[in-house]
Nanobody, 115 residues
């Protein structure tokens, strides 16, 4: 059974940092890309970063480029999202996603950035 479990969210002041983790299980981690998305109430879910665990290639949305860094630890089947220079507009629920036989989402973790 494919499972994605996010952790690491919380409340931080503007300019601060958080590191999110996405622990994956139930599939061959190296064969698939893992993405991070975020969603605010009433808004569409936004894709912000993605990593291919096999070759390490990455993608960042313009909104987070230069502030967020995605990485993976293949031995732990875990993808991280290091978030620096956080802004109030980064406040969202953050989700990780894998597309295996279908789309799988984690349960989400809340990030709140206060001004």
């Amino acid at each position: 059974e494919v499972q994605l479990v996010e952790s690491g969210g919380g409340r931080v002041q503007a300019g601060g940092s958080l590191r999110l983790s996405c622990a994956a299980s139930g599939f061959t981690f190296d064969d698939y890309a893992i993405g991070w998305f975020r969603q605010a109430p009433g808004k569409e879910r936004e894709g912000i970063s993605c990593i291919s665990s096999g070759d390490g290639s990455t993608y960042y949305a313009d909104s987070v480029k230069g502030r967020f860094t995605i990485s993976s630890d293949n031995a732990k089947n875990t993808v991280y999202l290091q978030m620096n220079s956080l802004k109030p507009e980064d406040t969202d629920v953050y989700y990780c996603r894998a597309v295996v036989d279908r789309i799988y989402w984690g349960q989400g973790t809340q990030v709140t950035v206060s001004s």
